[in-house]
T-cell receptor, first 117, second 114 residues
Framework: AQKITQTQPGMFVQEKEAVTLDCTYDTSDQSYGLFWYKQPSSGEMIFLIYQGSYDEQNATEGRYSLNFQKARKSANLVISASQLGDSAMYFC??????????????FGQGTTLQVKP | NAGVTQTPKFRILKIGQSMTLQCAQD?????MYWYRQDPGMGLKLIYYSVGAGITDKGEVPNGYNVSRSTTEDFPLRLELAAPSQTSVYFCASSYFGLAAYEQYFGPGTRLTVT
């Protein structure tokens, strides 16, 4: 079964508008962490934001925020004021407590975001 | 700091050949990982290491081997290359002790097996 589901293969957004990229996860662990990474066309993986399962507040990093809804098991990425440079593939990932102290991540299949001028 | 470096950037192998993908990090991270990314897909864990001399299998280890003799280096060995191993390979590292366990990625190696 998929542990990380990203249901939007591709998204478009107008420059300067906000966009939400969806991510749902499946775990029975109480302690886990959720990550978002950006992969531009150049191919590198860039860490964007992290949310711990016990964090009471939604994580924010500049124009990125994570809309964490624990009961729904969702961890959507919100990008405010989109820029052309935000065009990339975005991956949601999870680290489960059951993986022990290994830091192993499970990745979703990704969402391709295109920002229109 | 160079971060995580990988060599080579590109490689074409013939079926049955072998090669080693090199990975090094200069951040004194104790954890290191190898992932593969097939076209249009997410990353899948091949092998990981929590310290020098300690390695373990990930989700897709078949056809690969690793070793970790130093904290800095984590090479991935492909034996008897097959077309199914055509992929982009990423090495990553992280530091145990940080709450996020954020992983830092190398630039990737694009491998084609024909």
């Amino acid at each position: 079964a998929q542990k990380i589901t990203q249901t939007q293969p591709g998204m478009f957004v107008q420059e300067k508008e906000a966009v939400t990229l969806d991510c749902t996860y499946d775990t029975s662990d109480q302690s886990y962490g959720l990550f978002w990474y950006k992969q531009p066309s150049s191919g590198e993986m860039i860490f964007l934001i992290y949310q711990g399962s016990y964090d009471e507040q939604n994580a924010t990093e500049g124009r990125y925020s994570l809309n964490f809804q624990k009961a729904r098991k969702s961890a959507n990425l919100v990008i405010s004021a989109s820029q052309l440079g935000d065009s990339a593939m975005y991956f949601c990932a999870m680290r489960e407590a059951r993986s022990g102290n290994t830091g192993k991540l499970i990745f979703g299949q990704g969402t391709t975001l295109q920002v229109k001028p | 700091n160079a971060g995580v470096t990988q060599t080579p950037k590109f490689r074409i192998l013939k079926i049955g050949q072998s090669m080693t993908l090199q990975c090094a990090q200069d951040m004194n991270h104790n954890y290191m990982y190898w992932y593969r990314q097939d076209p249009g897909m997410g990353l899948k864990l091949i092998y990981y290491s929590v310290g020098a001399g300690i390695t373990d299998k990930g989700e897709v280890p078949n056809g690969y081997n690793v070793s970790r003799s130093t904290t800095e280096d984590f090479p991935l060995r492909l034996e008897l290359a097959a077309p199914s191993q055509t992929s982009v390979y990423f090495c990553a590292s992280s530091y145990f002790g940080l709450a996020a366990y954020e992983q830092y990625f190398g630039p990737g190696t694009r491998l084609t097996v024909t």
